[in-house]
């Protein structure tokens, strides 16, 4: 009973939060699941004992989401929901096929350079990565990404769908890491 009375608590406090400054907190959640990604890459996947966790690269990976993802994410959200429409099937359908044909191809292409660009890559190289793979991610995105939104466009309310994405984005975060990183673990 104490638990779903904490869990209430601090739901409360995130809902004021959201309310007060949404591009903050969606920002800072953003960030924070990115970062938790990548951790999860490098212990589960890239199978790192703790010692040996790239911190730097957390907090690049990290700082993406809480500078680019986040925002980003809330203002495409609110544009869809301003043209598109907020509620019914037919909306959530333009609003997924828009989404993944627009705003998709355009942000995995910006996380790959800006993943490139922090990990101290020239432009030549940030460009070879995205040619090796953008459309393997990209591809991987459209197994993954259009039921989603689907369920987030037509159950959730716009405030909190950048937090929806944000979850399931969890285990997108853990591969688009592995994914961006796969190179510098082979040398």
């Known amino acids: 009973m104490q638990v779903a009375m904490r869990f209430r608590n601090i739901f409360k406090l995130y809902q004021q939060a959201l309310a007060r400054r949404p591009y903050l907190v969606q920002a800072v959640q953003t ?27 957390t907090l690049q990976f990290s700082s993406i989401g809480l500078f680019v993802g986040g925002p980003a994410l809330r203002l495409w959200y609110g544009l869809l929901n301003q043209h598109i429409g907020s509620s019914g099937k037919s909306v959530a359908i333009k609003k997924v096929f828009i989404d993944q044909l627009v705003f998709a191809p355009a942000f995995l292409f910006l996380i790959l350079s800006g993943v490139g660009t922090m990990q101290g890559k020239s432009w030549n190289n940030v460009k070879k990565d995205i040619h090796a793979n953008y459309y393997d991610v990209l591809k991987t995105n459209y197994y993954v990404w259009p039921w989603v939104q689907i369920v987030n466009f037509y159950y959730i309310p716009l405030q909190y769908q950048v937090l929806l994405v944000q979850v399931v984005a969890l285990f997108w975060n853990t591969y688009l890491s592995w994914k961006t990183n796969r190179e510098r673990l082979l040398e």
């Open 31 to 57: 960030g924070a699941l990115m970062g938790a990604g990548d951790l999860i890459s490098q212990t589960v996947i890239e199978k790192k004992i703790i010692k040996e966790i790239d911190y730097k690269r």
